[in-house]
Structures are given as C-alpha cells and as structure tokens.
C-alpha cells in the first residue's frame, strides 16, 4: 500500500507530500491544483509502461507542465521575482509504500550534436530512478539506483554490483530493466504499478461506447473508456459477485435489476429492468447519470482488484440521491483495494466518510488549497510532512 505521494515542480505542485492511507479523499475549490495531483498520479502510472515522454508530449512537453513560478514559491503579500536557479530542472515524481519506495526525476536534456537526435531535444531524459526498502529512501535502504544512462543494482549480499547495467536516457528502468531473476524487487513494483486504475470522465453521451452492443468476452477489468461495460458487469455475475452488484444497484435505484441480454452474434446488450415498467430500459434509453453510475459500479466491484483505484470527480452528472450509494460502495470497495477519490462534491465527501464510519474505516481528507499559484496543504508545515528524500542527481 502507498503512504506517501510525492510531486514537485509539476504545474502548481511545486513541492507537494501527502500522506495517502487506504482511503484518501483529495478536495479543494476549482483550480486548486486537484486535476494535477490526479494527472501527477497517472503520470507515475504511465512510467511504469514507459509512456511518460508521450504523456508529456500530449500536455505540451516538459517545459510547458513545468512549476512555472520562483524556485523556492513566493510568500504572502511577495511579488514574484527571481529567475536564477540553484538547483537543476527537474520533475519529480514519486511514492513510499509499506514495502518498497520508487521516485523518478525527469529533466532537460543535454543538446545533442548529432542534428538527427536533436529533433528529440522538447523529450525529457531521466535523470535519476531508485528504488527502496520502505517508505523513505536512505542509502541503507537503497536497491536499485539510475543516474543517467547506468543503473546499479545491491545484491543479496547488500554490495552493489561492480559492473553497472547501460539504459537509454528516454526510457525508465520500469519498463526496460524489470527482470524477475536480475531485479526482482523493480519487476514486483512494476507490475503492482500497472495494476493501478484510473477513471476520469466516463462518456455518457448519446453516442458513447458504452451505449452501444460490444462483442461480449470475459472482463475482469473496465476499460479506461467503460466501452466494454456490458460485458464487464456480465464477468461480475457471472464470477461470483452478483449479490454485491445487485445490492449496489438496489441502493442506486431501488427495485432495479440488471440483466444482460446476448445476442445471436454475441454482442452484449445492457438492460435495466425498473419497477412500474412492462419492458426493460436498453443502455440507449438511461439517463446520463445512470449509466456512470453503471459504470462506476463495474469500475468498483472488478473480480481483479487493482492495487490502487483512482477516480477523478466520479460525483459528474450524477443526481445528488445517487452519491450515497456511491459513497458507501466506494467506502465497501476500499478493504479490498486502495482508494483515491478526487471530488468537489460535498455530498459524495460526507457520504464517504459515513460509510467508512459504519465500516469502522479511517478516511484521509486531504483539502488542496491554491496560494500565489502554488498548491499547498493548509497547515502542513516541516513536521506534519512525511518524511521524504529525492535521489540525488
């Protein structure tokens, strides 16, 4: 399980530690830098599939996502001012756990001579990568260590390999050095890192995927998109945990049953049988509202547990009566996996944290606030922060 998330210089969050538990609920009013802490998060995840140059490049590239204010912030009632660095440029981003620790930093790189290679100069080339026993990165605790375009390894005996390992300054050590047998411990954090979930902005739109028939296979997992909802639901019933999603959706709309219709040609349809009605309600004929919170529900009750869920503003176009049964399926959800909610809706916080009262759960609010274009955690100062350590360059 994480414990501790650690950004810096990426948008607003110029230097940010947040203590992350089971159940962490991230608020704070628009433009508090939520939608980045969310992106800094997936950005970490795209790491491990060696997709954070691209992931980048969709936002501008690394100059453009960027801290873009004084070094060290600028204090109340200051103006902005200074433009010479101490330290290099660099984004980071990383987070401690209960067994192992990984932090990247991504930087500038160095102009290339060779006029082919020097059209790649907008990628960013990574700096430093470590891995680490616990939560905090120390030279004691340390396994795994990138600088550049090397990577050494401590084996069992607690020595560092003599002979370090070459890598290219554009690829993560994630993705290009996880090895079972010669990195046991980078190729275990690497898949538990593939595992985590994130779900933003579910279409729900007239045309959207989730609307339409879909070849039915088993599903384990929802797609990102929720275009294979029928059949995710379908994988859910059919591998045990029926009772749970009929329970969650009996608490959304009570009387309701879902049913999957299959087709001759295998497509699976999604129908909603309601109370007072002579037929069932096909996905084309749901309102909004009611198919994210299908979605959500498919998202939440996967017979695959991720090791980490995370939802983007999942309170969007939902009625205010269905955040309750969200709240506590979320609540329900979280003793089997990591949760991260990222919400403005005061109605989906407080139904949360009364579900996880009754589940006798701890929930971590944590409420973002913006200053001087900065995002900070009000009331966090040098001791309230967990303890963290960058890899050094």
Same mark, same amino acid.
């Given at each position: 399980?994480?414990?501790?998330?650690?950004?810096?210089?990426?948008?607003?969050?110029?230097?940010?530690?947040?203590?992350?538990?089971?159940?962490?609920?991230?608020?704070?009013?628009?433009?508090?830098?939520?939608? $980045?802490?969310?992106?800094?998060?997936?950005?970490?995840?795209?790491? $491990?599939?060696?997709?954070?140059?691209?992931? =980048?490049?969709?936002?501008?590239?690394?100059?453009?996502?960027?801290?873009?204010?004084?070094?060290?912030?600028?204090?109340?009632?200051?103006?902005?001012?200074?433009?010479?660095?101490?330290?290099?440029?660099?984004?980071?981003?990383?987070?401690?756990?209960?067994?192992?620790?990984?932090?990247?930093?991504?930087?500038?790189?160095?102009?290339?001579?060779?006029?082919?290679?020097?059209k790649f100069n907008l990628d960013p080339a990574i700096k430093t990568e470590a891995v680490w026993n616990g939560p905090v990165l120390r030279s004691a605790t340390s396994l795994i260590e990138r600088h550049n375009d090397s990577i050494r390894v401590r084996g069992a005996d607690?020595?560092?390999?003599?002979?370090?390992?070459?890598?290219?300054?554009?690829?993560?050590? =994630?993705?290009?050095?996880?090895?079972?047998?010669?990195?046991?411990?980078?190729?275990?954090?690497?898949?538990?890192?593939?595992?985590?979930?994130?779900?933003?902005?579910?279409?729900?739109?007239?045309?959207?995927?989730a609307r339409a028939p879909q070849i039915g296979t088993r599903t384990p997992v929802l797609a990102h998109d929720g275009a294979d909802l029928a059949a995710a639901l379908q994988t859910i019933i059919a591998t045990g945990r029926g009772p749970a999603l009929d329970e969650a959706v009996d608490a959304a709309f009570p009387g309701s049953r879902l049913h999957i219709q299959v087709g001759d040609d295998g497509r699976f349809t999604l129908q909603l049988r309601q109370p007072g009605l002579l037929r069932p309600l096909g996905a084309p004929e749901l309102s909004d509202g009611t198919l994210r919170y299908l979605l959500l529900a498919a998202a939440l009750l996967s017979p695959r547990?991720?090791?980490?869920?995370?939802?983007?503003?999942?309170?969007? $176009? =939902?009625?205010?009566?269905?955040?309750?049964?969200?709240?506590?399926?979320?609540?329900?959800?979280?003793?089997? $996996?990591?949760?991260?909610?990222?919400?403005?809706?005061?109605?989906?916080?407080?139904?949360?944290?009364?579900?996880?009262?009754?589940?006798?759960?701890d929930v971590g609010m944590i409420g973002l606030e913006k200053v001087n274009g900065e995002t900070v955690l009000p009331g966090q100062g040098l001791l309230d922060s967990p303890l963290w350590f960058w890899p050094k360059r």
């Open positions: 399980m994480i414990t501790t998330l650690a950004v810096e210089n990426y948008r607003s969050l110029r230097d940010l530690c947040l203590p992350i538990g089971p159940l962490t609920v991230v608020t704070g009013a628009n433009g508090s830098g939520k939608s $980045s802490l969310y992106r800094a998060v997936r950005l970490l995840a795209d790491v $491990s599939r060696n997709g954070a140059v691209a992931a =980048l490049a969709r936002e501008g590239g690394l100059r453009s996502t960027l801290w873009a204010g004084p070094e060290r912030g600028t204090k109340p009632g200051q103006r902005a001012q200074g433009t010479v660095r101490s330290v290099p440029v660099g984004l980071r981003l990383g987070f401690g756990g209960d067994e192992f620790g990984y932090a990247i930093d991504l930087g500038l790189p160095v102009p290339s001579g060779d006029p082919e290679a020097a607690g020595k560092w390999a003599a002979k370090p390992y070459p890598i290219q300054q554009f690829d993560s050590m =994630l993705s290009e050095f996880a090895d079972p047998e010669a990195a046991p411990e980078l190729f275990r954090i690497r898949e538990r890192i593939r595992s985590w979930r994130f779900y933003d902005h579910f279409r729900t739109d007239a045309d959207a995927p547990p991720a090791d980490l869920l995370v939802f983007n503003e999942p309170e969007t $176009s =939902l009625h205010p009566e269905l955040l309750p049964p969200l709240g506590a399926l979320i609540a329900a959800v979280s003793e089997r $996996s990591q949760i991260i909610v990222v919400s403005h809706a005061g109605g989906l916080i407080e139904a949360i944290g009364r579900a996880a009262a009754k589940l006798h759960r």
